[in-house]
């Protein structure tokens, strides 16, 4: 039998025991305890083991996903129910997953507003009048025929349109 880096059936028992202790502490009126370490630990290990996947390992800003992914399961930690599933390895991979998905789409969001402003910023800068003594002069050798852009711009223009529909 090979070795898993989370021992699902470990996660489960803890996060048994913590579900009971939150509901104990709440009954009482006090605040839930902290989450187990043993949980914290796992859940870090899934984001990073996550990170490595093929379709997320490229991305340059990885250590926001894994802490989305993190943060995410540390607030939908007490929607687990262990009477519907004995699986918190996939309950907390799937919430992992999606804040992925979700930080990926906020950063492509951001570097759209960023190309567009570059092209508008040129686009003003070449079609301004310069005054005769002006000594500032526009970037006019920048180069935006840029085929990833371009995708990203087509991509993100034909989604907006399709979601105003």
Do not use: W
Request: proline share 4%; aromatic share 14%.
């Amino acid at each position: 039998m090979t070795k898993h880096y989370v021992d699902n059936k470990k996660l489960y028992t803890v996060l048994v025991q913590y579900k009971r202790e939150v509901a104990d502490r709440q009954s009482k009126d006090l605040y839930p305890p902290p989450i187990p370490e043993y949980v914290g630990l796992c859940i870090l290990q899934i984001a990073n083991k996550l990170s490595t996947k093929s379709n997320f390992v490229n991305y340059m800003f990885k250590e926001d996903m894994i802490s989305d992914g993190i943060e995410n399961c540390i607030n939908y930690m007490h929607n687990f129910d262990p009477e519907k599933s004995q699986n918190p390895f996939a309950y907390f991979t799937q919430i992992i997953y999606y804040a992925f998905i979700r930080r990926i789409q906020k950063e492509k969001k951001q570097l759209y507003i960023k190309q567009k402003s570059l092209e508008n910023f040129i686009l003003e800068g070449s079609t301004m009048d310069v005054q005769q003594g002006d000594t500032f002069s526009y970037p006019i050798n920048i180069n935006l025929d840029n085929e990833y852009m371009n995708d990203l711009v087509a991509s993100f223009e034909t989604k907006r349109v399709k979601e105003n529909e």
